[in-house]
């Protein structure tokens, strides 16, 4: 007869004795051993209490309780000499044990600098557990510096576009001053940069700080006090809360878990939309947002305090809009920021710039310079923009904004025309506006085979990799279009996905590279929908072909293709990673989507 499986799971899964928690060992429940918090505490509200013994038998609060114990000792101490007995102290990184600590970060300790040394005779109190570094509230300033290194490399491709000198000056002042970044924008660019981090033994740590981030944005929403200084700090913590949506939802993309990805990016829609961020104002009278008008939104934001606050607001909306278009397109989905004046959700808001061009310079914001938006996107898209292609004016955060409001309109014109819900007239009169408006654009950007282009910074090259990707997986839509022939009578979709086929190659680097560790792994996740639907173009050709008359041309031909095909599974395999670290190259993720 054989075993109940189930019965077999719950004995493998079954805690060995003296692992549950306190709280069910006190009610005498069965308890799962969930961390941080156990299942039975949840249900019964009282995480709280949750708590699990050390090796030594003891609770975290009683750990923190016998810490405190010691120190308040030392304390009587130091204002008693004379009548104190000498109290042995410890060193609070002695946690970092070589199979605990990041390495780089503190070096292996040696004996003597395992603690602090005792102050007085040997006759001391033993050395209490230390509590690891990710159970801490913040990890120490070491730890955390070393983690936001790691991150910062790769902040252009999931989309943090904060200044980054800023962002690390601000972590270094005082726990509760208001200038300090926002604990769920700093855990977020930990979660980041646990999954991001060459060293090994981190990403296990990853679903307690998703845990701290989510938890941590619900501070990030309180009203002010009618005070300025009050009003602009939750300002600050309005659209820091907007950055770490957009984060929280490209870290799900990237793990290939598109529900809960497009979750978080319809929220970062939402709030910035609520903060106006849609509607800045840049002319010259509010350069600083003195007279910034953001009544539109529900949640008011105080006038920018200088122009780098302000270019922080409009890099911050921007990144929503490429993330709700891009991943609007991928999934399949319509977009969750509509741009009409009639729902008041028009967007004025100018194009964003670099970070650096909105830094205050002799009292004169470069910020001031920038045209004032008035349908900006609407402008574009309609062919009503100027290309020239050694203008400077168009920064990469800008040029990803512009290419992805064309690669979602490609989108819902194919699904238009799929569905046959307008005629072919009107279909045609768009898909030759949008084909000749991304053959201006995509025309004006700098050639990826130009010698300088190999010269330029990794974040900089990336974005040349996403925006020249992007533009031909709009041509390639637009090619799939019922009588697209009109787009263009010299290139078709087979050439457009030729070109992916390079870009990928190119963004990925060869295998050499990957193993040497190249210091930026991560390539934006949406380079992996375009490198699918590259791969589909080519598969479908292969199929077209093996169905044709077969001739030692077309033989040959089929084997080019099939040769493609290879070569750009090839490409996204490499792009997902060491071991798979970023499965939404995975081409098992890829073909979940289709």
Avoid at 268 to 274: M, W
Avoid at 278 to 297: C, Q, R, W
Avoid at 377 to 384: A, E, P, T
Avoid at 500 to 529: F, H, T, W, Y
């Amino acid at each position: 007869m054989t075993d109940d499986p189930s019965s077999s799971s719950t004995r493998e899964t079954a805690l060995q004795r003296g692992k549950a928690c306190s709280s069910c060992r006190r009610r005498k429940l069965k308890c799962d051993g969930g961390r941080p918090v156990c299942t039975q505490c949840v249900f019964d509200d009282c995480a709280s209490d949750c708590e699990y013994t050390d090796n030594q038998g003891r609770t975290r609060t009683q750990i923190l309780e016998e810490n405190i114990a010691l120190l308040q000792a030392r304390v009587q101490e130091l204002e008693n000499p004379e009548h104190a007995q000498s109290v042995l102290l410890r060193n609070p990184y002695e946690a970092f044990r070589p199979s605990e600590t990041i390495s780089g970060v503190i070096s292996d300790t040696s004996s003597s600098q395992a603690g602090i040394p005792a102050l007085g005779s040997a006759t001391s109190k033993p050395t209490p557990a230390a509590i690891p570094w990710w159970e801490l509230e913040e990890p120490p300033a070491e730890i955390r510096d070393t983690l936001v290194t790691d991150f910062l490399p790769h902040a252009s491709s999931v989309g943090f576009v904060l200044s980054p000198p800023h962002f690390r000056a601000t972590l270094g002042l005082p726990t509760l001053n208001p200038e300090r970044p926002h604990p769920a924008l700093l855990n977020a660019v930990l979660l980041w940069a646990l999954r991001l981090s060459p060293k090994q033994g981190l990403t296990q740590h990853e679903q307690l700080y998703l845990q701290r981030t989510i938890l941590a944005l619900q501070d990030a929403f309180g009203g002010g006090q009618g005070n300025l200084v009050d009003e602009r700090t939750v300002s600050r913590r309005r659209v820091h809360a907007v950055q770490v949506e957009i984060l929280l939802a490209q870290y799900f993309f990237v793990l290939g878990r598109f529900l809960e990805g497009r979750y978080h990016a319809n929220a970062a829609v939402s709030l910035a939309v609520s903060c106006g961020l849609h509607y800045i104002d840049t002319s010259p009278s509010t350069a600083f947002g003195s007279t910034l008008n953001l009544s539109l939104g529900l949640l008011k934001l105080a006038p920018a305090r200088d122009s780098l606050e302000l270019g922080e607001r409009v890099r911050v909306f921007w990144t929503v809009y490429i993330v709700d278009r891009c991943w609007s397109a991928a999934l399949g989905a319509p977009c969750a920021f509509t741009d009409e004046a009639a729902l008041g959700t028009q967007i004025d808001t100018p194009w964003p710039r670099d970070v650096e061009e909105y830094t205050l310079i002799g009292g004169v914001s470069q910020a001031s310079v920038i045209e004032p938006g008035n349908k900006t996107v609407q402008r574009f898209l309609s062919g009503g923009t100027t290309y020239n292609h050694a203008d400077s004016v168009d920064s990469g955060i800008s040029l990803r904004a512009k290419v992805s409001a064309l690669y979602e309109r490609a989108a819902r014109l194919l699904a238009v025309s799929s569905s046959q819900a307008q005629s072919q007239a009107v279909i045609q009169v768009e898909l030759q506006t949008l084909a000749r408006t991304t053959t201006q654009f995509a025309h004006s950007l700098v050639p990826l085979d130009e010698p300088e282009t190999s010269t330029r910074s990794a974040e900089t090259r990336e974005t040349l990799f996403v925006v020249h990707g992007l533009s031909h997986a709009t041509m390639i839509q637009l090619h799939s279009v019922r009588g697209s022939a009109a787009v263009s009578t010299t290139e078709s979709g087979l050439d457009h996905a030729g070109e992916v086929l390079q870009i990928l190659e190119a963004a990925v680097g060869s295998e050499d590279r990957a193993a040497a560790g190249s210091n930026r792994m991560l390539l934006d996740p949406i380079l992996s929908i375009v490198g699918m639907s590259a791969a589909q173009v080519f598969v479908q050709e292969y199929l077209r072909m093996r169905r044709g008359p077969q001739t030692y041309a077309s033989y040959s031909r089929q084997e080019k293709i099939r040769e493609s095909i290879d070569r750009i599974t090839e490409a996204l395999r490499r792009g997902a990673g060491p071991e798979n670290k970023f499965p939404i190259f995975s081409e098992s993720t890829l073909i979940s989507l289709n």
